[in-house]
């Protein structure tokens, strides 16, 4: 009995002793967990680096474009256009180190025609033949013209198929006054109004260019004067027979005039003309070499 006793009081104090888990934690026990759970972690997203900077993409170079040499250094590259090379002023300036300022190059302002063939400069008038071109929102100019402002021979290479531009002698155009010689520029445009004043300017310096190349073919006489009135073979031109030759040349046959002396050519290495129309032109046909028909006339070599 005595035994039994203990026992029961011995469960009395171990019951008493024992606290649930819960309550525990309420009391500020430490209970240490079997294992640490991890709250889950989002996938770490990559950060953005910026990219290195990219040289930009040089822009396609067109298909017509040619190499331009500056002295024979390669300096740039032209337009083709119809076999002929074209770039703007601002270009041309800066390959030859001139100044530009609008339509302003080197200290030269050049005017071009209402119909778009010609252009003044510093009294001069230079032929544009097709004109100037425009292109997005640029005016392209014939080079040739370009250089013949500042006195730089342009050439075409056809061994490298690039333009070549002689500037060592770089120098803006003499004026129209110094460059046109009096007489010369007097009797051609008379000639000129004689035979083609009804005729476009393409026609007009198309006689003019038959007078100066035989001014320098040696079947004919060496001066403007003579040529006109050169009676050798009989009368040459008809207006210097019958007067006409006298007559006060309107403004665009001198220009035509001058057109002509400063290069323009438009009827090649044409000698003869004539109004198939109202001319006997039997004898050309079977003599001479046909080259051109422009406005009335037709042209021989």
Same mark, same amino acid.
């Given at each position: 009995?005595?035994?039994?006793?203990? =026992?029961?009081?011995?469960?009395?104090?171990?019951?008493?002793?024992?606290?649930?888990?819960?309550?525990?934690?309420?009391?500020?026990?430490?209970?240490?967990?079997?294992?640490?759970?991890?709250?889950?972690?989002?996938?770490?997203?990559?950060?953005?680096?910026?990219?290195?900077?990219?040289?930009?993409?040089?822009?396609?170079?067109?298909?017509?474009?040619?190499? #331009?040499?500056?002295?024979?250094?390669?300096?740039?590259?032209?337009? =083709?256009?119809?076999?002929?090379?074209?770039?703007?002023?601002?270009?041309?300036?800066?390959?030859?180190?001139?100044?530009?300022?609008?339509?302003?190059?080197?200290?030269?302002?050049?005017? +071009?025609?209402?119909?778009?063939?010609?252009?003044?400069?510093?009294?001069?008038?230079?032929?544009?033949?097709?004109?100037?071109?425009?292109?997005?929102?640029?005016?392209?100019?014939?080079?040739? #013209?370009?250089?013949?402002?500042?006195?730089? !021979?342009?050439?075409?290479?056809? =061994?490298?198929?690039?333009?070549?531009?002689?500037?060592?002698?770089?120098?803006?155009?003499?004026?129209?006054?110094?460059?046109?010689?009096?007489?010369?520029?007097?009797?051609?445009?008379?000639?000129?109004?004689?035979?083609?004043?009804?005729?476009?300017?393409?026609?007009?310096?198309?006689?003019? /260019?038959?007078? =100066?190349?035989?001014?320098?073919?040696?079947?004919?006489?060496?001066?403007?004067?003579?040529? +006109?009135?050169?009676?050798?073979?009989?009368?040459?031109?008809? !207006?210097?027979?019958?007067?006409?030759?006298?007559?006060?040349?309107?403004?665009?046959?001198? +220009?035509?005039?001058?057109?002509?002396?400063?290069?323009?050519?438009?009827?090649?290495?044409?000698?003869?003309?004539? /109004?198939?129309? +109202?001319?006997?032109?039997?004898?050309?046909?079977?003599?001479?070499?046909?080259?051109?028909?422009?406005?009335?006339?037709?042209?021989?070599?």
């Amino acid at each position: 009995m005595a035994l039994l006793l203990a =026992l029961c009081l011995t469960s009395l104090v171990l019951c008493a002793s024992y606290v649930p888990p819960a309550e525990l934690a309420q009391e500020g026990a430490a209970v240490q967990p079997a294992e640490a759970v991890q709250p889950a972690r989002e996938p770490a997203q990559e950060e953005s680096v910026p990219a290195a900077d990219e040289p930009a993409a040089e822009p396609e170079r067109p298909q017509n474009a040619a190499d #331009v040499y500056i002295n024979g250094v390669l300096r740039g590259e032209c337009l =083709l256009f119809d076999g002929q090379s074209y770039m703007t002023m601002a270009d041309f300036a800066a390959l030859t180190g001139l100044e530009s300022n609008g339509g302003t190059i080197g200290g030269l302002t050049p005017a +071009i025609s209402a119909d778009g063939k010609w252009a003044e400069v510093n009294g001069r008038y230079l032929w544009l033949g097709a004109g100037v071109r425009e292109q997005d929102g640029e005016q392209l100019w014939p080079l040739s #013209v370009l250089g013949r402002m500042f006195s730089c !021979p342009v050439s075409w290479d056809e =061994l490298s198929m690039s333009v070549d531009v002689d500037a060592t002698a770089l120098a803006p155009l003499a004026s129209g006054g110094e460059y046109y010689n009096e007489e010369d520029l007097l009797w051609l445009s008379r000639i000129i109004y004689a035979e083609s004043g009804n005729q476009p300017m393409e026609g007009q310096v198309a006689v003019g /260019n038959v007078i =100066l190349n035989r001014v320098e073919s040696p079947l004919f006489p060496d001066t403007v004067y003579d040529v +006109i009135f050169d009676t050798r073979f009989g009368v040459q031109f008809s !207006p210097a027979e019958t007067g006409g030759i006298y007559c006060e040349p309107d403004d665009e046959a001198v +220009i035509a005039a001058k057109l002509c002396l400063d290069g323009a050519s438009v009827a090649g290495g044409s000698l003869y003309f004539v /109004n198939p129309d +109202i001319g006997a032109d039997g004898w050309f046909k079977e003599t001479k070499t046909f080259v051109a028909a422009i406005g009335d006339h037709d042209f021989y070599a």
